[in-house]
């Protein structure tokens, strides 16, 4: 029995579910049962023959692909890369239990480096460890696997947050929010910093950490090796003078014998020693000699020391330099030294204690007139009971003024969580009263901040309310004003979206973080070394976004399988039309030494002599249409693979289309998508049936088992199955792997909020007045006939009323949206950058294709449907080579897929398609490997329309359609009438002017 026949086997052995999960298999066969391949598979170097460097994950897939083809098996390769961030040179990061700028990261810890087209990675020469934040929301040490530095000359983002804290990063670079990672940072918004940093350090000599606090808050030292501690307490003075001579005698150190010269005249007293040896000693544990306030350091081997060594140097330290104010109900302490107060946040962070820092400007000590900026910084709130239970202050009268007003504040202990928010669309989902969800409704009108208790009580309230508890409780309740609604509201309850609000809901709660908020958002020129680490298990030390390419690995496969004068079959490789010549110029890039050959136009080969031709290719290029035309001639030839780029065209499995490319044998097919759902499972299941026919078992078969009630009744169950089935056979790495990739560039999407004119919102009002009239005697089959024909009317009215009315008048002045499109484009023009501007209307891109190049006085590209091959690939070359044409106006259908336009830096969607996958694909035009620079997104809405509307509903069941299925229009014609009235009504502030 083959591989393929044992798993076809092995699926359908079950009568209810794949069952995948138990399988017994060694070696690379177990590692694709176990959907581990990826990773676990030894990656293919570069081979021979191919014009270029893959990148490890690129490597691995192509590794993937020839187990895959090894065995006779097909697979889907649905990639979706991550890109990395760097940050700058002297920020600070917590390595091995001590604060260290980058640069000096790499100086100690790099060994021999290995460079990549920008940059260089190299492997710590020693084991290193950051802090990281698991999928549980716990902070817990990694391990740094690669370190990575670039020189780079741009502009780079500084971020302060109101804790006081500041990080140079690349514009590129996310930091994680209230729900996920995001470069969309700007003041007000929330990001997270850990409440806590764990190391497991060594313990230091009590005596000698006790004697550093007080010389690095209070100590004067000389060249040589004198010290000189000045306080007004003689009782510390005589406790240090002890630990010094005890300290001296364990250690076997001369000093010339420590006096203590008590005050008079109200002036300090001090204690005064010398001794080499006792210098020496300090500075083999790290401290800096002889260094005025400014420039004191706290030695890392204090910093990174077990708790109970921080927590002993902390209460030294703060009875030196702390002053605990009763009446703003705070400590707070003070450095002319910013490394010092970094360092004293990252110990107090070891206990679950924010320190906020702030500048203030204060006289020099000594009495004279000279003014500098000292680091302010102050606990209080939720982290004060902390300090005062975990850590303290060692001198009497501060530490108890800490606990008076510990005392008078018990209920600083309370952590706050933002989730108000959620709280407010969880009523909203539900139209459940607020005793439902077991907490008071103060929180639902208050701050945004609810404690965590609060918050924790509430992911339980909304568990009973989804597990049916909730609602069997609520039937057994004397009746009141609720008791008519709350019944209908629990048998029209949105699981999936009530899911949702739960899960982020205790994200938010359960994390070990607190929620900072941004202060400001700086943009600097910056010219130098910018630094990464490449971190284990978690990877999400270093946030990514998002990038899709599959051509360089398939390319890659078919010179593998040439290297040493090797000759297989020839590869089949079907797209649509406008990828034809995009993979001809990628493989003369990649693989020059391939033989390609276009089937494709009146002047391709016909009957035996497609066979011919083939014969004497390695890759044979052609179209889904075409390949339908020519199915039979084209069965005929032994291909070694057939692969399908773009394989969503193959879909709906019945289309002579589908049918067509399923009839053409190979000995291994592959399918190439970035989206593999984009609105039914059954998509699914055709793409797969392509792949490996038979795998999945029949259509109906499969509806029954797994698309209906995943789709129709949320089964999880099914969906694991599934998934179990399918994953070793789907090759997809997203974004939130983020060991995936890391130099490439980012890409920021913004929702661009456009205002009607009084035009546009009459015609609207119209428009919908119009259907909701015909609505109610229409019936089923009219009724989503009418409401979709509504939907296209009321997006060609919030596009320009001169597309709706096609009376071809004037376009100046009467659209909200063409009004920010001319702004944009201006800007972007006046940069020196290019745009990609997406339209779904062929008849508006030809309005906007001449009106834009009269505006802007530069040529703008128009590519649409009916632009043929030829001149698709001139219009590519003339954008993606010329400095002339800045903006690239394409039609959706036409120009969504398989171009690459890396030209380009920005992406504007005037016009939306309900469908994110979609829009997706289109960006990647611009956002694809060979792009160098971010990309800017930018997706336009008409404000208080039911373009906002519909949008808010997809981001509510983005969850879903992320995980199962996509989202396209035709769920709209399910809303009932009451729902449509409230999706298509016009806000009264919608309107300019």
């Not at 290297?563 to 995009?582: F, Y």
């Not at 083939?614 to 692969?643: Q, S």
């Not at 974004?735 to 009084?758: F, G, M």
């Not at 001319?822 to 006046?830: D, L, R, S, Y």
Request: proline share 4%; glycine share 8%; charged share 25%.
């Amino acid at each position: 029995m083959s591989a393929a026949e044992a798993i076809r086997a092995i699926v359908h052995a079950g009568d209810d579910a794949l069952p995948l999960v138990g399988v017994d298999a060694d070696g690379a066969f177990g590692d694709l049962l176990s959907g581990e391949a990826d990773r676990r598979l030894v990656p293919m170097r570069t081979p021979e023959g191919f014009n270029g460097t893959l990148r490890p994950f690129q490597e691995r897939g192509l590794a993937w692909l020839n187990f895959l083809n090894e065995i006779g098996l097909g697979g889907i390769l649905a990639d979706s890369m991550g890109l990395g961030k760097c940050i700058g040179k002297d920020e600070f990061v917590f390595v091995n239990g001590a604060l260290i700028k980058a640069k000096d990261v790499w100086a100690r810890h790099a060994s021999a480096s290995e460079p990549d087209a920008e940059g260089e990675w190299s492997v710590p020469a020693e084991p290193l460890t950051v802090n990281s934040l698991a999928k549980d929301g716990r902070v817990v040490p990694a391990p740094i696997t690669r370190l990575y530095r670039q020189h780079v000359r741009e502009r780079v983002r500084k971020i302060s947050l109101d804790d006081g804290s500041e990080i140079v990063v690349t514009r590129r670079h996310r930091l994680l929010g209230l729900d996920d990672w995001t470069r969309d940072v700007r003041p007000g918004a929330r990001v997270c910093v850990p409440a806590r940093l764990v190391h497991e350090g060594a313990p230091l000599d009590p005596d000698l950490t006790v004697l550093l606090a007080w010389q690095i808050a209070e100590g004067r030292e000389d060249a040589h090796s004198g010290t000189v501690i000045t306080l007004e307490d003689a009782r510390v003075l005589h406790d240090l003078r002890a630990r010094l001579l005890r300290l001296a005698g364990r250690r076997g150190i001369r000093l010339g014998a420590p006096k203590i010269n008590p005050g008079a005249g109200g002036r300090a007293g001090c204690l005064r020693w010398s001794g080499i040896a006792y210098r020496r000693l300090l500075e083999e544990h790290g401290y800096r000699w002889g260094g005025d306030s400014a420039h004191k350091r706290i030695p890392d081997s204090v910093v990174s020391a077990d708790d109970a060594t921080v927590r002993l140097f902390l209460r030294h330290y703060f009875a030196a330099e702390s002053s605990v104010d009763l009446s703003a109900g705070v400590v707070e302490v003070s450095s002319a030294s910013v490394y010092v107060i970094r360092q004293l946040s990252a110990m107090l962070r070891r206990f679950g204690v924010w320190l906020r820092v702030s500048t203030a400007w204060k006289g020099a000590a000594g009495g004279t007139a000279t003014k500098r900026p000292y680091r302010i910084g102050v606990i209080g709130g939720p982290s004060l009971r902390r300090f005062a239970d975990l850590i303290g202050i060692a001198g009497e009268g501060e530490a108890s003024r800490l606990e008076t007003i510990c005392a008078r504040s018990p209920d600083t202990s309370v952590e706050g969580v933002p989730g108000s928010d959620l709280l407010q669309r969880a009523r909203e989902t539900t139209g459940l009263p607020m005793r439902h969800f077991g907490i008071n409704t103060v929180y639902f009108h208050g701050t945004r901040e609810l404690p965590k208790t609060t918050a924790l009580e509430a992911v339980r309230g909304l568990d009973r309310i989804l597990s049916g508890e909730a609602m069997a409780d609520h039937a057994g309740r004397a009746p009141n004003r609720w008791a008519a609604r709350t019944p209908t509201a629990y048998e029209n309850l949105d699981d999936v979206a009530l899911r949702h609000v739960r899960d982020r809901l205790n994200d938010r709660a359960t994390r070990e973080v607190f929620y900072a908020t941004v202060v400001s958002v700086e943009e600097v020129d910056y010219e130098g070394h910018v630094y990464d680490f490449e971190v284990a298990d978690h990877h999400n030390y270093i946030a990514e976004g998002m990038v899709c390419h599959n051509t360089a690995q398939t390319l890659a496969l078919l010179a593998a399988e040439r290297t040493a004068g090797r000759r297989p079959g020839p590869t089949l490789l079907i797209g649509p039309m406008s990828l034809v010549g995009n993979w001809e110029r990628e493989a003369a890039r990649f693989a020059p030494k391939l033989r390609v050959y276009v089937h494709h136009g009146t002047s391709r080969h016909r009957g035996d002599d497609v066979a011919r031709a083939a014969a004497e290719a390695d890759l044979v290029l052609t179209t889904y249409g075409t390949a339908a035309r020519d199915a039979e001639a084209l069965a005929a030839v032994e291909w070694e693979r057939v692969v399908c780029d773009e394989a969503q065209a193959l879909k709906n499995s019945g289309t002579r289309q589908a049918r067509a490319v399923r009839s053409i044998p190979a000995r291994h097919r592959i399918a190439l998508t970035g989206t593999p759902v984009e609105n039914h499972l059954t998509e699914l299941w055709s793409i797969m049936e392509f792949a490996n026919p038979g795998l999945l078992g029949p259509r109906a078969e499969f509806r029954r088992r797994f698309a209906v009630p995943i789709e129709k009744d949320g089964d999880e169950r099914a969906a694991a199955a599934l998934k179990r089935a399918t994953q070793p056979f789907v090759l997809r790495r997203l974004k939130t792997d983020r060991s995936i990739i890391s130099d490439l560039p980012e890409k920021q999407e913004i929702k661009v909020y456009c205002n009607l004119t009084a035009e546009q919102a009459s015609l609207y009002r119209a428009t919908v007045d119009d259907m909701l009239a015909q609505i109610a005697e229409a019936d089923e089959k009219q009724r989503r006939g009418l409401v979709l024909a509504t939907m296209a009317k009321l997006k060609q009215v919030c596009n320009h009323p001169a597309q709706l009315l096609k009376d071809g008048s004037r376009l100046p002045g009467r659209s909200g949206k063409l009004e920010r499109l001319e702004e944009i484009c201006a800007e972007i023009v006046g940069q020196g950058e290019k745009a990609l501007v997406f339209t779904q209307y062929a008849e508006f891109g030809s309005m906007l294709q001449p009106y834009l190049a009269a505006h802007l006085e530069r040529p703008v590209l128009w590519l649409h449907g009916g632009t043929s091959k030829q001149a698709r690939d001139d219009l590519v070359r003339h954008f993606q080579d010329d400095p002339e044409p800045a903006v690239f106006l394409l039609s959706l259908k036409a120009a969504g897929t398989g171009l690459t336009l890396t030209a380009a830096n920005h992406v504007v969607h005037v016009d939306r398609w309900w469908n994110p996958a979609v829009e997706d694909q289109a960006t990647d035009r611009a956002f694809r490997i060979g792009q160098t620079r971010n990309v800017q997104v930018r997706k336009f809405i008409c404000a208080g329309t039911m373009e906002e509307r519909v949008d808010e509903m997809i981001e509510r069941k983005k969850a879903l359609a992320e995980s199962i299925v996509g989202t396209g229009e035709d769920w709209l014609t399910e809303l009932s009438v009451a729902e449509l009235r409230d999706v298509l009504r016009l806000d009264p502030g919608a309107v300019s002017g």
